[in-house]
């Protein structure tokens, strides 16, 4: 049996023409770059001379305010398109460049990428995302839930509390999201709308514990935000500690009360599926290989014992032994582990590398200057520019991922940061000056994982509607995040509130 498709007019003219305009663009592009290629041969880049025509330094009268609405509207029309990030930025930055300046200013690229490439910081990166795949493939997932799920299952909202507190542990492990918004999706959701869970209490668990992971130590985003900032890796790790501990604690204070309220909301596991006392502290056994790993790469960390790569190493070999002692190592596994790290790897220094050429041109023509005046002029108190800087980085967090977010902003916001004080809001105390930074840099992490759960383009959002049945539409998902993003705004509230929450495990480690 054959089907014959039968194409719409419209859509082979449509076909046609867009494939016309990407030739005459292609075309047009390959023509500017022969005739610049020219230019920069074959004629004096300090005279006047030229060949048909000279777009070096064609923009070099245009001031600061026009040029950031021009930088800036290009890279909002490019991501608009569904280009790159890593290639957008790049790409755009050295296109500016060269329009604002001349060939020579092309060593701005250079120069801002080398020094990030023998920042050995960045080393850990690769490292922590192989431990957290090591681990995912080792099934570590699946058992700690299954742990967790048989000793809290007995209580109302039970299953939903066990995967918070599995996704709380999980973050400790592999410190990024999509991973563990996804496993945890595929394990946990069904066991959850078997026992006829309330969907959005569900889901907003799910997304809610899964986004932990940005925030709680290992993550991958306070390496790259001690990078940019030039802060302590092991600093803003232990000043995470706490936040994360209290969001944690807050998604399963509400989930917990209101199934009390409304037990229907979340039923508790049928007697009959119970297990005893006994048995759930065997259970436990399958969990203390890799709660070592995490406590020895933590503690190393923390204690100072080791540098950030060097706990990294460590855990990404104790990831191998774990695997190994649970049965679940195979070279083909190893395999899809190294792939896996390649490939989030050059994604994220890819992107680190172009956003830093263009924050770094736009920065060198006085653009950090013009954003600080434009922000302070506002005539707004210290609280009320860091609630703005606050409210930009989650409209931020709707279009653009983390990466990108920290690159293309902390730069610009830190400095102004750095010029404000924090007497103390509503006669809570201040925020010492050597701490502003820190403190900064983990409300920025407590704000990403508000973005990840932003409608209408949060990433979890989009992660769990990929394991959803189908009868979850995408406006019960956003229905779902609401509450929990009303948690974690309560949450960076407090850490504002109370700065302590922050900087008090940091001070009593380092001094």
Known sequence: MSINTVTAPGSSLVGKLSTWVMVIATVALAFVICVEMINILFYDPYSDEKFLFKLSGSLSDVRIGPLTYLMFGSLAVALMMGLPLAFVTGGLGVMFVYLVGDSLMLNIVPSRIFPMMTNSDLAAIPLFIFMASMLERAGLIEEMFSVV??????????????????????????????????????????????????????????????????????????????????????????????????????????????????????????EEERISLLEKLILLKSLIAPLILVGLVLGLLFGGIATPVEAAGIGSFGAIVVAMMHGKFSIGGL??????????????????????????????????????????????????????????????????????????????????????????????????????????????????QMSFLSPPFGYALFYIRGVCPPEISMGTIFKASLVFLAIQAFGLFMCILLPGIVTWLPGLVYG
């Not at 395999?335 to 890819?350: H, N, Y």
């Not at 830093?356 to 520019?385: D, H, K, N, P, R």
């Open 149 to 270: 799920y048989k000793w809290m299952g007995g209580l109302s909202g039970g299953l939903a509390t066990a995967t918070i507190l599995a996704s709380t542990i999980l973050a400790a492990m592999v410190g990024v999201i999509g991973a563990a918004v996804v496993t945890m999706g595929i394990i946990a959701l069904p066991a959850m709308l078997k026992r006829g869970y309330d969907h959005k209490i569900a889901l907003g668990s799910i997304m809610a514990g899964g986004t932990l992971g940005i925030l709680i130590p290992p993550s991958i985003l306070a390496i790259l935000y001690a990078v940019v900032a030039q802060q302590s890796v092991g600093e803003l790790y232990l000043g995470s500690v706490l936040p994360g501990l209290l969001l944690s604690g807050l998604y399963i204070a509400y989930v917990l009360i209101r199934s009390w309220i409304n037990p229907k909301l979340g039923p508790p596991v049928p």
């Open 335 to 448: 395999r899809e582990a190294s792939v896996t790290t390649a490939k989030a790897s050059a994604m994220v220094l890819w992107i680190m590398f172009g956003a830093s050429v263009f924050v770094g041109f736009y920065i060198l023509q006085g653009g950090q200057q013009f954003v600080t005046e434009a922000i302070l002029g506002t005539g707004l108190s210290a609280y009320g520019i860091l609630f703005l800087l606050m409210v930009l980085l989650v409209i931020l967090g709707m279009f653009l991922d983390w990466v990108g977010i920290l690159l293309l902003a902390v730069p610009i916001f830190i400095p102004i940061v750095e010029a404000l004080e924090f007497p103390g809001l509503l006669g809570f105390p201040p925020v010492a000056g050597e701490d502003v930074v820190l403190w900064f840099g983990v409300l920025y992490l407590v704000n990403m």
